[in-house]
């Protein structure tokens, strides 16, 4: 790791990410690793979860990160619901939040308390083959059923639109005339391991700027020396205390 573009040198401020996750956990384990490696400069305070079932919840105990089990069950509404996941959420103080195979769609009022800060991963190349019920298989039996030859995965802000928010990065995969939804999704899944710590890490860096519907990534040297001024380009960690919330909340 230590020959990535993308190693930071501990002398920085490293923001704290919460994500969410539903599933496996797989894209959790990569934000983890590169965290750890020195490959991405930020801490995972938290693993939140709708699924008291989910892998990611396993792969958060064994790196020692406090998680958040909120099942829809336990609550009444939806609005409920997101009321209780925001508070446990900003209790960890999060710069950035992740969803990382979160199977909820989040409501409009939720995704405004994290405008701007909270980011998505999508195993298509948006804005194709997604929106409301485009998830997991269904995506890739999808492109398979339309003959696509090229898929692959998105890293994006999220909006009010499911799947809708400005795309960050893309990376594309050949689809082959023998590809399963098996193979597909694992050629994919290596690409969005490295796609998405690599967005998270732009971040960090200060180097994503919103522009209507779109994203301009800066130029490292843009980043090393700011302006004070361009205070929607410039985006401040919270400062990171001694002491975080150890269990769960």
């Known amino acids: 790791m230590t020959d990535s573009p993308f190693t930071i040198h501990d002398s920085r401020k490293r923001i704290r990410i919460a994500v969410l996750a539903s599933g496996h956990g797989t894209n959790l384990q990569a934000i983890i690793e590169a965290c750890q490696g020195g490959v991405l400069l930020g801490t995972v305070v938290v693993v939140a979860s709708d699924n008291p079932k989910a892998g990611a ?16 069950r336990s609550v009444p509404t939806r609005e409920k619901f997101e009321e209780r996941l925001a508070e446990a959420l900003h209790s960890y103080r999060p710069d950035l939040v992740c969803l990382a195979g979160f199977m909820r769609i989040l409501s409009p009022a939720f995704v405004q308390q994290f405008a701007g800060r909270i980011m998505n991963i999508h195993p298509a190349l948006l804005p194709a083959f997604g929106g409301v019920g485009m998830y997991g298989e269904h995506v890739h039996r999808a492109v398979l059923d339309r003959g696509v030859r090229v898929s692959g995965c998105t890293v994006h802000f999220v909006d009010d639109v499911p799947d809708g928010g400005p795309i960050i990065l893309q990376a594309a ?15 994919i899944a290596e690409h969005e391991h490295r796609l998405y710590p690599e967005a998270v890490q732009l971040f960090a860096e200060g180097r994503l700027q919103i522009e209507g519907r779109r994203v301009r990534v800066l130029p490292p040297e843009v980043y090393q020396v700011p302006d004070p001024s361009q205070t929607r380009t410039w985006y401040e960690p919270a400062p990171v205390l001694a002491s975080d919330p150890g269990g769960e909340p």
């Open 57 to 72: 919840l396993g792969r958060a105990r064994a790196a020692g990160i406090p998680v958040l089990v909120l099942s829809v």
């Open 173 to 187: 995969v050949a689809v082959d005339a023998d590809d399963t939804v098996s193979s597909l999704a694992a050629k």
